[in-house]
């Protein structure tokens, strides 16, 4: 049997080459050189021990813009109810909102006369004549701030004048043009002051200072005007309540 199937493997390597054959190793050579699955190419570009990913741009990442809420950055907000603060802190930082000035004032030499120069966002809405009838003037505070005072005579027979607590966002260049107006209606003196930081105020606005502002507003009614008790009358907008 062993000398037969040698013989018949020597018949087989002599026997020439037949077309049959080479179509029946076609299929066999197409798959050894079958090209490599979508997988396969995956690993062999990317190995798995090098997980690749599309490159971000991480530079911007930490500089994200803070949103803003009543001048407070989002990380602000943050430490301020997380820490926690000082109340009083929380109402500085959240009632108040100083504006950019709207007027400045200027002293002359002897120091005892201040004139008011209000800009274009003053939004100034009378003549020259109104704004002569309006009086400036510095006082300080029981905390050491230097507040700015307002006396605009609306009438010369006012028996009542009006001490005017204005709003937290506005100051007295905005506030001035509403105080000719209401004063002349229900015909009465207005008298009003920057809050501490507030317009040509020193210092920085806060719960104690606002106490002191009123305060040293009304001392400075009563003496420099001889105003009496019982010839005011308080009115305050949003921040103050009228005692």
Request: charged residues 25%; aromatic residues 8%; glycine residues 4%.
């Amino acid at each position: 049997m062993r000398a037969q199937r040698a013989a018949a493997r020597r018949r087989a390597a002599h026997r020439p080459l037949r077309h049959s054959d080479c179509l029946s190793a076609e299929p066999r050579r197409r798959e050894r050189r079958s090209p490599v699955s979508p997988r396969d190419e995956s690993c062999r570009l990317w190995p798995s021990n090098t997980a690749r990913r599309p490159p971000t741009d991480t530079r911007n990442t930490a500089g994200v813009r803070e949103k803003k809420m009543n001048h407070l950055s989002l990380s602000e907000l943050c430490c301020l109810f997380c820490c926690p603060p000082c109340p009083s802190k929380i109402a500085s930082k959240l009632a108040f909102l100083p504006p950019d000035p709207t007027y400045t004032l200027m002293c002359d030499e002897s120091g005892g006369r201040w004139t008011l120069h209000l800009s274009e966002r003053a939004d100034w809405q009378y003549s020259s004549r109104e704004k002569d009838a309006i009086e400036c003037f510095m006082t300080r505070t029981s905390r050491g701030n230097r507040i700015a005072c307002m006396f605009v005579r609306c009438s010369p027979n006012a028996k009542f004048t009006l001490l005017f607590s204005h709003g937290n966002a506005v100051d007295l260049g905005q506030m001035s043009s509403f105080y000719i107006g209401l004063g002349s209606r229900i015909n009465c003196n207005v008298f009003s002051y920057d809050y501490s930081g507030y317009g040509a105020s020193s210092g920085k606005p806060s719960e104690k200072n606002l106490y002191a502002d009123v305060d040293a507003a009304w001392q400075a009614l009563r003496t420099r005007y001889g105003i009496r008790p019982e010839n005011r009358a308080p009115y305050s907008h949003e921040v103050l309540e009228p005692s």
